[in-house]
């Protein structure tokens, strides 16, 4: 049940609620790997759950007070703590599969050797560990060697994680904690299948829809984005004229869905669009923006996001790519 970015932007445009509309993007973003290559998990086991999915999120856009009690606490500063709210509130409260246990961690003589993220149990009785990740990469590629696309040329913004890295840690690690003797012996009656829900964004050199063969384990229809140097960025601006555009600086917990932009913030933003590429243009550290334009029935839209990254992180990012085995 897989949709496409336009199918994406449909679905969850239809909720005005902002922590509503992270968990849409969350239920219903393509997966970043293709099936083969690792088990993916599926919100939903039929059409049928798909739809009642959709009207209950209608009704909890209407009155998010329970999702935001659970969801925005002060105490959530990291991205994936906050999508892992999102699905564990979905699962305890909405019609698909029943929540059994979340953040269950293993032990071996007194020493955490791991944490499955959530067991649940379909509405056919199939019981499913999930392992949660979401991740946004940029694609850097050496122009000195061009070669197949790996994962290793995948790289977080702050040159930390590496795809490469994180996919072998889920499928060789996480996904094996529930056939381990220490889950076992916690007494979740089985067998469980794991399953990874992995959803994000890859971001590509240059302009969004420039064509870039992704690595064969990502999935065809995964969520692109582009990236600039700060020098780019500033060569971008001096050649085109952006009076029609508003720029918004993403902060990290604005990383998933796409936000509402009304008239008047739209109009302050251009109003400040110097300042903004000002300071996009010195920028000391991988910055995500996005850009929003006026639609045909007058609304502010999303139509792009990217990273503006420092002139030194290209370079920076191929060694780290290149430290890959």
Same mark, same amino acid.
């Given at each position: 049940?897989?949709?496409?970015?336009?199918?994406?932007?449909?679905?969850?445009?239809? !909720?005005?609620?902002?922590?509503?509309?992270?968990?849409?993007?969350?239920?219903?973003?393509?997966?970043?790997?293709?099936?083969?290559?690792?088990?993916?998990?599926?919100? !939903?086991?039929?059409?049928?759950?798909?739809?009642?999915?959709?009207?209950?999120?209608?009704?909890?856009?209407?009155?998010?007070?329970?999702?935001?009690?659970?969801?925005?606490?002060?105490?959530?500063?990291?991205?994936?703590?906050?999508?892992?709210?999102?699905?564990?509130?979905?699962?305890?409260?909405?019609?698909?599969?029943?929540? @059994?246990?979340?953040?269950?961690?293993?032990?071996?003589?007194?020493?955490?050797?791991?944490?499955?993220?959530?067991?649940?149990?379909?509405?056919?009785?199939?019981?499913?560990?999930?392992?949660?990740? @979401?991740?946004?990469?940029?694609?850097?590629?050496?122009?000195?060697?061009?070669?197949?696309?790996?994962?290793?040329?995948?790289?977080? &913004?702050?040159?930390?994680?590496?795809?490469?890295?994180?996919?072998?840690?889920?499928?060789?690690?996480?996904?094996?904690?529930?056939?381990?003797?220490?889950?076992?012996?916690?007494?979740?009656?089985?067998?469980?299948?794991?399953?990874?829900?992995?959803?994000?964004?890859? !971001?590509?050199?240059? @302009?969004?829809?420039?064509?870039?063969?992704?690595?064969?384990?990502?999935?065809?229809?995964?969520?692109?984005?582009?990236?600039?140097?700060?020098?780019?960025?500033?060569?971008?601006?001096?050649?085109?004229?952006?009076?029609?555009?508003?720029?918004?600086?993403?902060?990290?917990?604005?990383?998933?869905?796409?936000?509402?932009?009304?008239?008047?913030?739209?109009?302050?933003?251009?109003?400040?669009?110097?300042?903004?590429?000002?300071?996009?243009?010195?920028?000391?550290? &991988?910055?995500?923006?996005?850009?929003?334009?006026?639609?045909?029935?007058?609304?502010?839209?999303?139509?792009?996001?990217?990273?503006?990254?420092?002139?030194?992180?290209?370079?920076?990012?191929?060694?780290?790519?290149?430290?890959?085995?």
């Amino acid at each position: 049940m897989a949709v496409q970015a336009s199918e994406l932007t449909r679905l969850v445009d239809r !909720f005005d609620d902002v922590t509503v509309r992270d968990l849409a993007w969350l239920l219903f973003a393509p997966d970043l790997l293709r099936e083969g290559d690792a088990t993916l998990a599926h919100p !939903f086991a039929s059409t049928h759950e798909r739809d009642a999915t959709l009207a209950w999120l209608k009704t909890l856009d209407a009155a998010p007070q329970p999702l935001h009690d659970h969801a925005r606490d002060p105490k959530f500063t990291r991205l994936g703590i906050y999508a892992e709210s999102l699905i564990r509130f979905f699962l305890s409260h909405g019609p698909a599969a029943r929540l @059994v246990a979340a953040n269950v961690p293993l032990r071996q003589q007194r020493r955490t050797i791991g944490e499955c993220d959530f067991l649940l149990e379909s509405a056919s009785g199939v019981r499913l560990h999930w392992e949660l990740a @979401v991740k946004f990469y940029l694609h850097i590629s050496d122009d000195d060697a061009p070669s197949a696309v790996r994962l290793s040329d995948y790289v977080g &913004p702050n040159l930390q994680d590496r795809f490469d890295l994180k996919h072998a840690r889920l499928v060789t690690h996480q996904l094996a904690l529930t056939s381990r003797a220490e889950f076992a012996a916690l007494g979740f009656a089985g067998p469980w299948r794991a399953q990874l829900f992995i959803k994000g964004r890859l !971001f590509y050199h240059g @302009v969004e829809d420039e064509h870039v063969e992704p690595a064969p384990e990502i999935g065809a229809s995964h969520l692109r984005g582009w990236w600039l140097t700060a020098s780019e960025w500033r060569e971008a601006r001096a050649n085109g004229s952006d009076d029609e555009r508003a720029w918004v600086v993403q902060p990290r917990m604005a990383w998933l869905a796409s936000r509402r932009l009304d008239a008047a913030a739209a109009a302050t933003l251009i109003a400040e669009s110097e300042a903004i590429r000002a300071r996009l243009e010195t920028t000391a550290a &991988p910055t995500m923006i996005a850009a929003y334009a006026r639609d045909e029935a007058g609304e502010w839209t999303e139509q792009s996001r990217g990273f503006i990254v420092p002139d030194d992180w290209p370079e920076r990012a191929r060694a780290f790519a290149a430290a890959a085995p």
